[in-house]
């Protein structure tokens, strides 16, 4: 059997998407190959203007790319009739920065829209709204209009309407943008939950690396329509190679501060990383309670990548070179990471 088809769902070859602006041709998306795979949930992170949106329409052909090819499934969406392509949009849902609903319609009727235009109506429709209501939490709300909810309301009912036609990959164009930290919080989980529990691949834009950090498994970085990185979020979080990616870490670890510490240190400045169970262990303490050298930490990130705890500190050491070389040989024995800076 051909293992490629089942663990990529989505496939962008080549897509390169330019505008006619008067007599110019700006390329907002230049060359672009990327898949996701089933099941991932894959976060695309660029500054304003870098081409996130085009790319993401590119996805489901509200933009048409000027050329390349998108696969989604098994279908090449790039080679249908405007008409198959109506049917095949109904798999890809998609949510939006301001939410997009009907403001005339009830919560209930801007859910049931896309279930109408399925062909699903009566005692079915209405069952399977009650049933994404209660998946979004809303089924206190179902009655009101668009403008009875705050934002983060407004987005669940944005998620249950991308969700109602049962799709398999749901876009996200900077769907937290508009929201406080606590309800992007809330919306953040309740992704993590749909792509947990219905398995439905989610493919996200945004310019906050917060949240990538919370329910991404990778990211690429995309910066004036090409990506410049592209990996494991743990990875590329912890080993971020490009400035733009990197700018894009200092968001949340603010190394940048730091920066001010590291000035006039007597010691060996180092670099400290672990991941996983290691960050509730006293390695540091145990690495050098046997010997005289001290440690002082400078600067310091403990944190959470989706399901996976890790820190990164960045440490002085003072004392003997020789003592100091064991010290670091005992933390790498015991699986840290350890630069010298
Ligand atoms: N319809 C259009 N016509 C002409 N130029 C466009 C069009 N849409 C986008 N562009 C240009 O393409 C580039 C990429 O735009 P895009 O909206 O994809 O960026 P973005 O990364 O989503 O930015 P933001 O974070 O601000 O939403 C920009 O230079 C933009 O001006
Ligand atoms: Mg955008």
Do not use: W
């Given at each position: 059997m051909d293992d490629r088809g089942h663990t990529h769902l989505i496939e962008l070859h080549n897509i390169t998407k330019s505008y006619q602006v008067g007599a110019v041709s700006v390329e907002a998306v230049r060359d672009i190959s990327l898949t996701v795979k089933r099941g991932e949930i894959f976060g695309?992170?660029?500054?304003?203007?870098?081409?996130?949106?085009?790319?993401?329409?590119?996805?489901?052909?509200?933009?048409?790319?000027?050329s390349g090819s998108v696969k989604v499934g098994e279908v090449e969406l790039t080679k249908l009739s405007q008409?198959?392509?109506?049917?095949?949009?109904?798999?890809?849902?998609?949510?939006?920065?301001?939410?997009?609903?009907?403001?005339?319609?009830?919560?209930?009727?801007?859910?049931?829209?896309?279930?109408?235009?399925?062909?699903?109506?009566?005692?079915?429709?209405?069952?399977?709204?009650d049933e994404l209501l209660k998946l979004v939490q809303l089924e206190q709300h179902a009655d009101k209009y668009p403008a009875q909810l705050s934002g983060g309301q407004k987005q669940r009912v944005g998620i249950a309407r991308?969700?109602?036609?049962?799709?398999?990959?749901?876009?996200?164009?900077?769907?937290?943008?508009?929201?406080?930290?606590?309800?992007?919080?809330?919306?953040?989980?309740?992704l993590l939950d749909i792509n947990a529990k219905l398995g439905i691949t989610i493919l996200l834009i945004t310019h906050e690396m917060q949240v990538i950090r919370s329910?991404?498994?990778?990211?690429?970085?995309?910066?004036?329509?090409?990506?410049?990185?592209?990996?494991?979020?743990?990875h590329v979080f912890l080993k971020p190679e490009h400035p733009v990616t990197r700018d894009f870490v200092d968001q949340v670890s603010d190394t940048s501060a730091a920066s001010v510490l590291?000035?006039?240190?007597?010691?060996?400045?180092?670099?400290?990383?672990?991941v996983g169970e290691l960050?509730?262990?006293?390695?540091?303490?145990?690495?050098?309670k046997q010997t005289p050298v001290q440690f002082?930490?400078?600067?310091?990130?403990?944190?959470?990548?989706?399901?996976?705890?890790?820190?990164q500190l960045i440490v002085e050491l003072l004392g003997e070179d020789l003592?100091?070389?064991?010290?670091?040989?005992?933390?790498?024995?015991?699986?840290?990471?350890?630069?010298?800076?």
């Open positions: 695309i992170i660029g500054h304003s203007g870098a081409g996130k949106s085009t790319l993401l329409r590119c996805v489901n052909l509200l933009e048409r790319p000027t008409r198959q392509l109506q049917a095949q949009r109904r798999k890809i849902g998609m949510i939006f920065q301001h939410f997009n609903l009907l403001s005339m319609s009830t919560v209930r009727d801007n859910i049931a829209f896309p279930l109408k235009l399925a062909g699903l109506t009566g005692t079915a429709a209405r069952d399977r709204v991308a969700l109602a036609a049962n799709p398999d990959v749901l876009l996200c164009d900077e769907a937290t943008s508009a929201l406080d930290p606590q309800t992007t919080n809330s919306i953040l989980s309740l329910i991404c498994d990778r990211v690429a970085v995309i910066d004036k329509g090409e990506i410049v990185e592209l990996g494991d979020v743990l590291l000035e006039k240190r007597q010691g060996r400045l180092l670099r400290v990383t672990y960050t509730y262990e006293p390695i540091l303490y145990n690495a050098v002082v930490i400078l600067q310091g990130t403990v944190s959470r990548m989706k399901q996976t705890p890790y820190g003592e100091i070389d064991n010290v670091v040989a005992a933390l790498r024995k015991e699986g840290l990471e350890v630069d010298t800076l």
